[in-house]
T-cell receptor, first 113, second 115 residues
Framework: GPKVLQIPSHQIIDMGQMVTLNCDPV?????FYWYKQILGQQMEFLVN????????KSKLFKDQFSVERPDGSYFTLKIQPTALEDSAVYFC???????????FGEGTRLSVL | AQKVTQTQTSISVVEKTTVTMDCVYE???????LFWYKQTASGEIVFLIR??????ENATVGHYSLNFQKPKSSIGLIITATQIEDSAVYFC????????????FGAGTKLSVKP
């Protein structure tokens, strides 16, 4: 079936550095999401994106976070600068419609040292 | 604000039996969409089944079915004839229908299916 791909699967960086997490959504999907999960706990919503715009963001989506999807390529989450508390698994998801169940990628494990 | 609550932290069952996992939600929206996902030991998140608030009939997909009790704001997941490979963490999620809000997840229920 259709898949959401996330690159890389694991990223290790030093605190204060910039990191970009890449997501290749399902090809015809229009709605994109990022979620954060710490230690297999609750999936916490960060941001959703449609038609080139952020539609909604949570309190976890700090000023250091940004998202974009230039010209239909990767949907990216950038964190600049990173902090220790940003260590988590970040899941990208996409859906065809607003009502559709988002399909998830396998996640990128971010370790901030 | 939308909220999803799963009170069962973990459940253990013997294979081939039926298990029910609870989920309650809060919303002021008259239209909403409910989803169940499972997260395997490898971390993969798999969509299982959905229930749209306007549909009265409980959804069924394979050996998954839902117990939708709208007056109680409850959407239980029922797994019949459980298998060892059903062992996973199960998440309930809700999306409101009349705004741009993304789905929100419950804390998850860890299911262990034993021989």
């Amino acid at each position: 079936g259709p898949k959401v791909l996330q690159i890389p699967s694991h990223q290790i960086i030093d605190m204060g550095q910039m990191v970009t997490l890449n997501c290749d959504p399902v090809s015809n999907h229009l709605y994109f999401y990022w979620y954060k999960q710490i230690l297999g706990q609750q999936m916490e919503f960060l941001v959703n994106f449609y038609n080139g715009k952020v539609m909604e963001k949570s309190k976890l989506f700090k000023d250091q976070f940004s998202v974009e999807r230039p010209d239909g390529s990767y949907f990216t989450l950038k964190i600049q600068p990173t902090a220790l508390e940003d260590s988590a698994v970040y899941f990208c998801a996409s859906s065809l419609t607003r009502e559709g169940a988002p399909l998830f990628g396998e996640g990128t494990r971010l370790s901030v040292l | 604000a939308q909220k999803v609550t799963q009170t069962q932290t973990s459940i253990s069952v013997v294979e081939k039996t039926t298990v029910t996992m609870d989920c309650v939600y809060e919303t002021r929206d008259s239209s909403y969409f409910l989803f169940w996902y499972k997260q395997t030991a490898s971390g993969e998140i798999v969509f299982l089944i959905r229930q749209d608030s306007y549909k009265k009939e409980n959804a069924t997909v394979g050996h998954y079915s839902l117990n939708f009790q709208k007056p109680k704001s409850s959407i239980g997941l029922i797994i019949t004839a459980t298998q060892i490979e059903d062992s996973a963490v199960y998440f309930c999620a809700m999306r409101e229908g009349h705004n741009n809000n993304a789905p929100r997840f419950g804390a998850g229920t860890k299911l262990s299916v034993k021989p």
